[in-house]
Structure formats: structure tokens, C-alpha cells
């Protein structure tokens, strides 16, 4: 029972952050010349976007399940 309570606050709470972030953001460096002992390395900044659809689904699930967990306890 407990554990169906903490699933849904986990649930709940990466649905709220998933609206919040719209996306992850993450740094990589690239090596744009290598000449000899000469190189140049690039910081590019990618986003890895997150779809509102998934929060929503997070949100509702966590939801759902407080909620069955109350009406069968």
C-alpha cells in the first residue's frame, strides 16, 4: 500500500517538473580541428526535448493511482 503511495508522488511530481522543464539540456564538446598538436574543441548545448503528453501522462497516472489506492484501503 505504502509503496503505491510513494509510485504515485514520484509520478506526480515528474509530471509537474516535465511542464515546468519542457525539455533536458545537456552540454557536449566536439573536436572541430585536429591538426598535429593543434585542436580546437566546440561546446554545443542540445536540448532533448520532453512532449507536454509525457508530463500529462505522469501527472494523471500518479493521480490515478492515489487515488484507487484510497478507495481500496
Known sequence: MKTNKLIAVILIAIGIVAFAYQGISYTTREKVIDIGPIQMTAEKTRTLPLPPI????ALVG?????VLG???G
Do not use: N
Not at 509525457?54 to 501522462?57: K, L, N, P, S, T
Open 54 to 57: 509525457v508530463g500529462a501522462i
Open 62 to 66: 500518479g493521480i490515478a493511482l492515489l
Open 70 to 72: 484510497k478507495k481500496s
